[in-house]
């Protein structure tokens, strides 16, 4: 039997090999620290009554802005009652999502439900939003949705 051993000991490779994998593991290492921290939703620290940081009377305020820009834009005639619901909808759902990472533009009215929102929420959805998306009737008068979403970013904890 020869004496030859197929195997080559480690010793054969350069350094820099060696080098190459562990930045290519520290590199892979950082890259999925930095999409796991990207892309988790934004979660705002839990804040004392009537204590409301900067951050939340800014996205409060942005939202309030956006709410009477949808009215204006429907008293101008704009748009129509209808799509002014779908625009309200999407601005309540959206700062939900904001203010709490709560997935709420892709949850339905029953999982919103379920997750235990704010009744204001709910109730603006139900009594106001899907009927006058989800209907044959008319629409409900735009007026009383822009209410209730006001209420929904003004109220929500």
Known sequence: MPTDDPLYPPVQY???WLLLVFAILLALVVAGFLVARLTRPRRLPPHPQGEQPTVIAQLRGEYLTAIDEVGARFAAGEIDARRAHG???????????EYSGLEAPVLTLHDLVEAGVHPSLVDALSRFSYPSLFRRQPPVDPALGLEAARQVVRSWR
Not at 87 to 97: A, I, K, P
């Open 14 to 16: 350069g350094g820099g």
């Open 87 to 97: 625009e309200l909808s999407r601005l309540m759902r959206g700062f939900v999502n």
